[in-house]
C-alpha cells in the first residue's frame, strides 16, 4: 500500500486542522491506520490509530477530546481532524499502515509509512 498524507500548514492556537492519508495500492480495511508526529528533535510519536475493521478508535492522551480520527472506506482515506491546536502540537505528521490490524503504538509495529505533512501552530 502506498500512503499519501496532505492537509498541513499554519495555524493559530486555537485553531483546527483536517489531515487526510490517501492510500493506494490496497485498501485501508487490511490495515490497522495510525497518525505518528514528530516535532524537531525528537522522536515519533503516536497521536491515534483506527484498526482495520474501524470499530476502535484510540488517542494519545495528549491529543485525546482535541483530536478525532476517521474514514472513509469509498475514498480509501484516512482523516485527523486537529481542534484547539497549541504550539506543542507543531510537528510533521505522517501517517502509517499496520498489517497487523491491531492496535499497536509502536512505531516499529507499522509497515507502510506516507511521507508526512508539516503542521505549524502560532501562539
Known amino acids: 500500500v502506498q500512503l499519501q498524507a496532505s492537509g498541513g500548514g499554519t495555524v493559530q492556537a486555537g485553531g483546527s486542522l483536517r489531515l487526510s492519508c490517501a492510500a493506494s495500492?490496497?485498501?485501508?480495511?487490511?490495515?490497522?491506520m495510525a497518525w505518528f508526529r514528530q516535532a524537531p528533535g525528537m522522536e515519533h510519536e503516536w497521536v491515534g490509530l483506527?484498526?482495520?475493521?474501524?470499530?476502535?478508535?484510540y488517542y494519545a492522551d495528549a491529543v485525546r477530546g482535541r483530536f478525532t480520527i476517521s474514514r472513509d472506506t469509498a475514498k480509501n482515506t484516512v482523516y485527523l481532524d486537529m481542534n484547539n491546536l497549541n504550539p506543542d502540537d507543531t510537528a510533521v505528521y505522517s501517517c502509517?499502515?499496520?498489517?497487523?490490524?491491531?492496535?499497536?503504538?509502536?512505531?516499529?509495529?507499522?509497515?507502510?509509512w506516507g511521507q508526512g505533512t508539516q503542521v505549524t501552530v502560532s501562539s
Open positions: 502509517a499502515a499496520s498489517v497487523s490490524g491491531g492496535s499497536s503504538r509502536r512505531y516499529d509495529d507499522f509497515d507502510y
Open positions: 495500492g490496497d485498501t485501508i480495511t487490511t490495515y490497522g
Open positions: 483506527i484498526n482495520w475493521r474501524g470499530s476502535m478508535v
